[in-house]
Every structure is written in structure tokens, then in C-alpha cells.
């Protein structure tokens, strides 16, 4: 069954028009909620995009709960309002993205080259704690 969900998340990924761009200070500044979707190890290791919101989507196997992932995102936003979602470079969003708009229907905006982009234009990282 997880396959064939992790299946038609890479399809989604192929053909959705969703909208992205790169973390920023505009963004930051704008106090969009933006929900950091890497494994507590790699938000350790880099610390978390200031603000964000720390929820893992897959684990460090590369498993995940779809209904505990939404569960706690719900908990952060509501399913009308605009958010952004990061990674460590994008893939996971890439994928992760399509399936929250075209799917599930949530206004996301994908993150283009994650939180290694952030830290190499020098947004403000804090660390995870």
C-alpha cells in the first residue's frame, strides 16, 4: 500500500502546477507559517529556517504516515490557508507538495533548494530544539 501511495506522489510531482519559489527574507518576513519536513536528526544538524515548524514527513528509512503528517499539520494551519513547505534541497517537498495541493487541497508553496539554499543566501537558521 505505501508503495503505491509513494507511487502516485512521485506522478503528482511530474504534472502538478503548484506554486514555488526560494526561501527569502521577504518570506520569512511575511510570517507565512512554513513547515520544515525533514527527519529531527537533520534539524539538528543544520538547525531550523527561523519560524518554521518542524514536522517530519518521512523518517530517516524513508517511511511515513500520511494521516500522522496531516494530524499534526493541522494542528499548525488551516486547510484554506497559504504555507510553505521545506526540505533539505527540495526533493521531498517536490513530491510531498503536489499531493498536499492537487490531492488534499491545501494552498502550499514549495521551497526550491530547501534549507541548504536558505543557509547559503544566510537567512536567519535557528537551532532545533
Known amino acids: 500500500m505505501k508503495k503505491i501511495i509513494l507511487l502516485l506522489l512521485l506522478s503528482l510531482s511530474l504534472f502538478a502546477q503548484l506554486k514555488q519559489q526560494y526561501p527569502s527574507q521577504a518570506l520569512i518576513d511575511s510570517k507565512i507559517k512554513i513547515i520544515d519536513i525533514r527527519t529531527p536528526a537533520e534539524w539538528r544538524e543544520t538547525g531550523i529556517l527561523k519560524g518554521s515548524i518542524p514536522i517530519m514527513f518521512f523518517d530517516e528509512r524513508g517511511q511515513y504516515d500520511i494521516k500522522k503528517f496531516i494530524s499534526q499539520l493541522n494542528a499548525h494551519v488551516r486547510h484554506d490557508e497559504e504555507f510553505a513547505i ?36 544566510k537567512l536567519p537558521i535557528e537551532p532545533y530544539r
Open 86 to 121: 521545506i526540505c533539505r534541497i527540495g526533493s521531498r517537498t517536490s513530491v510531498v507538495a503536489p499531493f498536499l495541493d492537487k490531492e488534499l487541497g491545501y494552498k502550499v508553496i514549495n521551497l526550491r533548494g530547501g534549507i541548504m539554499y536558505a543557509i547559503g543566501k
